[in-house]
């Protein structure tokens, strides 16, 4: 059997014993598809079976949350914690919460995850969790007391040596804030290294809450310059207006480029101005509004309702909102409006069939696991400032920050050249990210 007939046999396995989960099949898909030449490389990974066991998570809890709304009616939600791998060290990765939240979901989150802690080169595993408990329009005490029925069975299963969770699509520093206190009042225990995201009065970390945002733009900054070009004068478009998407929008502006449109899930607002940072700040952060409320500061930009935001002619494009939000259509008005360079800001924010068509169109582009990994390092820097009881200035996280990612650029840029594929970020990201999984995983005998 050849290592590609081995892939395929193994993929066809893993759709099988996890039927419905689609985002889970695509994001395992888009690993196996790469790793082949890693596979000729090194038999001793498929007798092992590194890969089989690598698409089974280690644990998989699913829980029931009940919480009471402020008229006294009673809630049921789900809760989700997938424990990936614990190759690297202990499971790390954010919590999601939304109501398309399911276990596909968490395991695809998951599994994008332990190849992106591998890549920071940082002691992390992979894990990833959430509920499909929808923040939107509830009250701060509405999503306290969800925070805090779902960490009374989520404290059993984590620790800073065990598992550490964070952030993700709907949990940002209030719900770390509630999460943290829960579980230090039923362990009494002040463990700061059991979350990351947490506010810096309590131990939290300087640039935590812009890492992930201003990492991706460090990365397509790093792919700019290797082909001789910066961001100075480029057009940009990042879809979404949440943690990502704000502080990817502040880095661009920093550094010459200008965004003239962002989104969320009612459509686009472009401002050919480029967007206030500090408007987009006070509605999403303080006055958690609606995108189009922009306007009413800004009258000369114009809100688009239910549009997607790639209509908008440009020259980069970060998908910075969530999975699969880049189509075929959407790749081809990308294409048609000069876009040369696409960098994935969310989770596999961008389509099989758009990846492709980029390919074809010799659009440069990121996959999200190495491009947004600048949040996790930042969380992995995080729980070494709690374990030494240090804590750093932003400016130096911000410098660390950006040694990382630069890194991170190099080594999926070289590992690309050194298996045949030079300029195939996907490529050089997965191979790289696989390759140090793996190592761990022999290292550790069958287990
Ligand atoms: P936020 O909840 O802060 O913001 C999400 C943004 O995306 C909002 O503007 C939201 O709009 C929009 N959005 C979410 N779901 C949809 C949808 N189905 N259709 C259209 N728009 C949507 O999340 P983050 O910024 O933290 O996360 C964004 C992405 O980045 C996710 O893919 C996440 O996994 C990834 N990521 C986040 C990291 C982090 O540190 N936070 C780290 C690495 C990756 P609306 O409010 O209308 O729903």
Request: with cysteine.
């Amino acid at each position: 059997m050849t290592v590609r007939d081995k892939l395929t046999a193994i993929f066809a396995d893993v759709t099988r014993r996890n039927p419905g989960e689609d985002e889970f099949h695509q994001a395992v898909r888009e690993v196996l598809d790469s790793v082949a030449p890693a596979l000729q490389k090194h038999p001793e990974y498929a007798d092992a079976k590194i890969i089989e066991r690598i698409c089974e998570p280690e644990r998989q809890i699913i829980f029931r949350v009940p919480w009471e709304d402020d008229r006294g009616e009673v809630h049921i939600n789900r809760g989700f914690r997938v424990e990936f791998n614990s190759a690297l060290g202990p499971y790390k990765g954010g919590l999601r919460f939304h109501p398309s939240v399911y276990l596909g979901i968490v395991k695809f989150l998951g599994f994008e995850q332990l190849f992106k802690n591998a890549l920071t080169g940082m002691p992390i595993g992979g894990g990833k969790g959430g509920s499909d408990f929808d923040p939107k329009g509830r009250s701060d005490r509405e999503v306290m007391r969800f925070c805090q029925s779902f960490m009374t069975e989520l404290y059993r299963h984590i620790g800073e040596y065990t598992d550490v969770p964070a952030g993700d699509i709907g949990v940002g520093g209030r719900e770390i804030g509630y999460l943290f206190g829960q579980y230090k009042r039923i362990t009494n225990r002040y463990e700061s290294g059991v979350l990351t995201g947490k506010g810096l009065s309590y131990g939290g970390a300087q640039v935590r809450r812009e890492a992930t945002g201003y990492g991706a733009v460090f990365f397509a900054e790093e792919m700019l310059h290797a082909a001789g070009d910066s961001f100075d004068g480029k057009r940009v478009v990042v879809s979404g207006s949440g943690n990502v998407a704000i502080y990817a929008i502040e880095k661009i502006h920093q550094l010459g480029g200008t965004v003239v449109a962002c989104s969320d899930s009612s459509g686009y607002i472009l401002d050919d101005q480029g967007i206030d940072v500090a408007l987009l700040k006070d509605l999403k952060e303080v006055r958690r509004a609606r995108i189009d409320a922009y306007v009413q500061a800004r009258p000369h930009a114009r809100f688009n309702a239910g549009r997607p935001v790639w209509e908008v002619p440009c020259q980069v494009a970060l998908p910075c909102a969530t999975q699969n939000e880049i189509g075929a259509t959407d790749a081809a008005a990308l294409i048609k409006g000069g876009c040369v360079m696409v960098v994935e800001g969310a989770n596999m924010p961008t389509s099989p069939e758009a990846i492709r068509a980029f390919a074809a169109a010799g659009v440069r582009f990121a996959p999200g696991k190495a491009a947004n990994a600048g949040g996790v390092a930042a969380s992995a820097l995080e729980m070494q400032q709690n374990a030494s009881r240090d804590s750093w200035t932003f400016t130096h996280s911000e410098q660390r920050l950006r040694e990382i990612m630069r890194d991170i650029h190099d080594r999926c840029h070289a590992t690309a050249e050194e298996y045949g594929m030079p300029g195939d970020y996907v490529a050089g990201a997965n191979i790289d990210g696989f390759r140090r999984v793996a190592e761990a995983m022999l290292a550790h005998g069958l287990i």
